[in-house]
């Protein structure tokens, strides 16, 4: 068998699946004997129905209730999703702004305000296209999926690596409120809370949920001697749901209004945090410190509508109807370089380290708009066939400024001024059937066309555009009530995109994947634990790249010929007794561009580039390039591993219990290049909960995040020096959560 076939790659990881089960057999065989310790079904809504999570073929991993709260503690962002979920990254170089997502490997590094990213976040049925709209804060959630793998029929546009689906607790008949407050180290304040009100009963509900989030800021400026300037942020967001649902009725309607307001710093990028040959932070690393000649402030706003209408029209088809309408502005500006100064002016005027000159770059989004109208009916009478079709329409028009500044200029003037705007129209119709063979036997396809065209202007008008038919196909096989295998495969689709910073216009053409994917999803031991894997493997074609950084502060698109991914996920829960709660999972992603030959700029900073080096002749004379073939997806450690684990002791009133989480992510490496010192290698982070949870509904606990302190690169910039960006400290707090 050629060992580059699908079949070989998916048995590869089939292997490494099937090592890890015994231990999975070990654990379950713990478990006790009550209906007490059984473990709730999970409803999960990844073919646009409610199904349940064993049901579905795909690969899927959710986050709700307690999990979710925890990960979230001490003022988090989304990013907090990293690692915290098998064959999921999430990195941002704009901070609490702009989070950018890879799932098994696919992802993209531009930090351009109008990049094109391959994973879709999809908030109550609204795909969130521009990396501004993503980072919407997480409260009041039903749940979080992360569907991993293309998903192309029922969602459409920009999804060859995945979704990830977050679903917002909806309005009810009943009245519920809850508070949930929080103080922690930096004098960090977090409150969330929601009521649910119903206005007449069944008929109209009304939701409200808030957020309120913030710092102070705890890092030095050592350069103005200015003490605890940055790190600060305050966030605040609201949600506010009307349900209409006369009572018997077959219409509903939910219209969902949504804003946020996020002020604070721009990522802190640290001057020489790396030393030169090795990966990591450096050995003149100082959390609390800074050196720097520029500003450095993040504002962004952004708000939104939703619309959704259900109506039956007769026993067996139900309509839905979606409309979406976000808009958004946003102004980023920060310290490049990362140090003052520049080395020009001699020795003792720049700083940390050798810093070759100065650069300090604005960012701003003056107007966003967002539009997407989605219908869709759904088909099912109870018997074998049911199947889905709709339209989907998305218009989005974004204005773009970007600024670089001389910040060693008194009053630090205007050197360039970017003016650009990006129009994006796209267009998907779509059809998937579900058909019972047996009553073993399921299988599924889909089918979805798409448009997608856009309009980018600088100082001349550019078009581009293409049409192109993504497709599933799958089968589900029940072997006992127990255990189902599945097998699916998919095509995505990522349109073509361009976009302009400082220099020429870049484009990139259209990005095609096709996923091959067999897993198997088991509840065992009367329902006391889930164990559900997949095995998977992918070729793009045209893959959509970006240099970043290198030689200058900009970034540049091409298309790889071949790139490719495989690997496997496992994900498990388990309730060995009545007071102990495990989950745990893992992944492995192996990436590799396959072509032969792909030229890369290396770093303009002073690193050790491993690439072979190639020779290129321009007509401004030879230039070096690196053969970056071979190389994996920036971005994409191999290993990714989660654990969490609950434990609760009964005593009067209520129980007191321990939380504790755990996350491994891989050996990193940050660029399209192999280098020495941009990557990071792999790192356990953890945290811990404890308290007193009252049978009067509230729960009072004391919290550690990152508790054993770990300081890691979870970026670079790499065009000036040996820069860097970090994780989040160490933080403890204590906190309060009733419910009414």
Known sequence: MPSNTPLRRLLASASLVAACMPGVSALAQTSGETADTRLAPV??????????????????????????????????????????????????????????????????????????????????????????LKGFPVFDLERIEVLRGPQGTLFGRNTPGGIIKFDSRKPQDEFEAYVRASYGTYNTRDFEGAVNLPLAEDILSVRLSGLYQERDPYVDNA?????????????VAGRAQILFSPKGSDFEALLNLHARSNDGDARLFRANIIDRGNRGIGSDFDRETVFYDADNFLHQDTSGATLRLDKSLTDTIKATYVFGFETAEIESRGDIDGGFGAAFLGAGNFGPGFIPFASETSGAVDDLDQTTHEIRFVYDD?????????????????????????????????????????????????????????????????????????????????????????????ATYAVSDALKTYARIAKGFRGPTIQQRFGQPSQAGSELVLSYEAGLKSELFDRRLRANASVYFYEIDGQQLTIVGGLTNDVSLFNADTSEGYGFEADLEAAPTERLLLTAGLSYNKTEFKDALILAPGCGARCTVLDPAVIVTTRAGPITRFNISGNSFPNAPEWIANVTARYAVPVTGGEVYGYTDWAFKGETNFFLYDSAEFGQDGYWEGGLKAGYKSDHDYDVSVFVRNMTDEEVLEGAIDFNNLTGFVNEPRTFGVQLLWNF
């Open 223 to 235: 350069r103005t001697g200015e003490s605890d300037r940055y790190e600060g942020f305050k966030e």
């Open 382 to 474: 109870g018997g074998r066939l049911r199947g889905q079709a709709g339209v989907f329409l998305f218009d989005e028009k974004v204005d773009i400024v970007s600024r670089s500044f001389n910040s060693l200029a008194p009053g630090r003037p205007q050197t360039t001024v970017a003016r650009r705007s990006l129009d994006t129209e796209s267009t998907g119709i779509f059809v998937s059937l579900g058909y019972d063979v047996t009553d073993r036997l399921e299988v599924a396809g889909g089918v979805r066309w798409s448009d997608d065209q856009k309009e980018f202007t600088t100082a001349t008008v550019r078009s581009i555009g293409d049409e192109q038919v993504s497709w599933d196909v799958s």
């Open 43 to 132: 409803t999960v809504t990844a073919t646009r129905v409610e199904e349940n999570l064993q049901d579905v073929p795909v690969s899927i991993s959710t986050l709700s209730g307690e999990k979710l709260d925890t990960l979230k503690a001490s003022g988090a962002d989304v990013r907090f999703l990293s690692a915290r979920v098998p064959s999921v990254v999430a990195e941002s170089s704009f901070g609490r702004a702009f989070p950018r997502f890879y799932i098994r490997g696919i992802g993209n590094t531009d930090f351009d305000l109008n990049a094109s990213q391959p994973v879709s976040l999809v908030y109550d049925d609204v795909p969130y296209e521009s990396p501004i």
